[in-house]
T-cell receptor
Framework: GQNIDQPTEMTATEGAIVQINCTYQ??????LFWYQQHAGEAPTFLSY????GLEEKGRFSSFLSRSKGYSYLLLKELQMKDSASYLC???????????FGGGTRLMVKP | EAQVTQNPRYLITVTGKKLTVTCSQN?????MSWYRQDPGLGLRQIYY???????DKGDVPEGYKVSRKEKRNFPLILESPSPNQTSLYFC?????????????FGSGTRLTVV
């Protein structure tokens, strides 16, 4: 089975940097995804890691360590619109299915 | 525009009255899936399909049925809805194994069973 853990809530200040951690224990691993979800809306794709290391995309970066079962999402130059939930998801070996963590609700304050 | 379309967006129904939530994608994706999202529980997979006529149970399949008669459509059927199926439902699709973009999600269906 899959077990994915991430903090429930975080608060940060506009303009700052925030790191959202995700740890996972899975029976198979074929990639880790981060999604952003605003309240009541569909999740939207942010990043994908399958090899160890850092992937950077604009203000967002994601890191993966497969040996540690660990990932983080780094958000720089925070903006008010970044207030949302951030979902960590792992793709296992069975088909192409994603298992999601409970999500981290990020509140950005002025 | 590449998208996953769910209908309806909102639905209020009574216990026991059969309903179907439709899902269609125009990206020729092989994989499709249904999730429900509840406060404090995150997204949980109900059923998934790896191709036409190939479906399998996810983590919370009880009380739901699906079918995949065509590649683009993947309806979710609640034969006898109950109040514990009140939730926000998402349909999602992806190209196939190794797709770096993961799933594309529909806009969601907020279902209330009274």
């Amino acid at each position: 089975g899959q077990n994915i853990d991430q903090p429930t809530e975080m608060t940060a200040t506009e303009g700052a940097i925030v790191q959202i951690n995700c740890t996972y224990q899975t029976s198979g691993f074929n990639g880790l995804f981060w999604y952003q979800q605003h309240a009541g809306e569909a999740p939207t794709f942010l990043s994908y890691n399958v090899l160890d290391g850092l992937e950077e995309k604009g203000r967002f970066s994601s890191f993966l360590s497969r040996s540690k079962g660990y990932s983080y999402l780094l958000l720089k130059e925070l903006q008010m619109k970044d207030s949302a939930s951030y979902l960590c998801a792992v793709r296992g070996n069975a088909g192409n299915m994603l298992t999601f963590g409970g999500g981290t609700r990020l509140m950005v304050k002025p | 525009e590449a998208q996953v379309t769910q209908n309806p967006r909102y639905l209020i129904t009574v216990t026991g009255k059969k309903l179907t939530v439709t899902c269609s994608q125009n990206m020729n994706h092989e994989y499709m899936s249904w999730y429900r999202q509840d406060p404090g529980l995150g997204l949980r997979q109900i059923y998934y399909s790896m191709n036409v006529e190939v479906t399998d149970k996810g983590d919370v399949p009880e009380g739901y049925k699906v079918s995949r008669k065509e590649k683009r459509n993947f309806p979710l059927i609640l034969e006898s809805p109950s109040p514990n199926q009140t939730s926000l439902y998402f349909c999602a699709s992806t190209l196939g194994q190794g797709d770096r973009g993961g799933y594309t999600f529909g806009s969601g269906t907020r279902l209330t069973v009274v």
